[in-house]
């Protein structure tokens, strides 16, 4: 199955919220964000058609918050998965956020660690991403929160000296 990776716009907003919708996700916060969604689609039926897709969210211009990874059941499967994650991460790099930071189940805690997260805890996480809408709407469910640092790629970088004659 061919599938494609690309930023969302908002005539996806509709089949973001219907895959979200049907994965039981929390939806606040999605529309004003759209242009922060990747959508992944899949040819189905001879039509392209958005099976899958990954949020977001940049708070104070230095954090980012992973929001709403969900795939279609049919199209899920790890290639897929580490090939959208590993995008996202790169995506995300680009924006210049510091940290990002995401919230999972416990099942999933392994891969993310696999993937250069580690787990944060509530004292560790910034005011702006823990009163974030998505992020407060999980606070009573058990979720663990989770960080990946990024360096900046601007220059120069702190500890190296200007490059002289």
């Known amino acids: 199955?061919?599938?494609n990776i690309r930023v969302a716009g908002s005539k996806d907003t509709e089949q973001i919220l219907a895959l979200l919708e049907g994965a039981n996700v929390r939806s606040g916060g999605v529309v004003e964000n759209i242009g922060q969604f990747l959508v992944?689609?899949?040819?189905e039926n001879g039509e392209l058609s958005t099976v899958g897709t990954v949020g977001l969210e940049i708070?104070?211009?230095k954090y980012g918050l992973m929001r709403?990874?969900?795939m279609k059941n049919q199209t899920w499967n790890a290639q897929v998965g580490v090939e959208l994650l590993q995008l996202f991460l790169a995506y995300a790099q680009t924006t210049g956020i510091e940290r990002l930071y995401l919230l999972t189940l416990s099942t999933a805690e392994p891969f993310f660690i696999h993937m250069g997260f580690s787990t944060a805890s509530k004292e560790e996480i910034?005011?702006?991403v823990a009163l974030s809408q998505h992020f407060s709407a999980y606070q009573s469910e058990q979720v663990i929160a989770m960080?990946?640092?990024y360096e900046s790629t601007s220059y120069p970088h702190s500890g190296v000296d200007s490059v002289g004659n």
């Open 1 to 3: 199955m061919a599938i």
């Open 40 to 43: 992944v689609e899949a040819e």
């Open 59 to 61: 708070l104070e211009e």
């Open 68 to 70: 709403s990874l969900v």
């Open 126 to 128: 910034p005011s702006a």
């Open 147 to 149: 960080v990946r640092e």
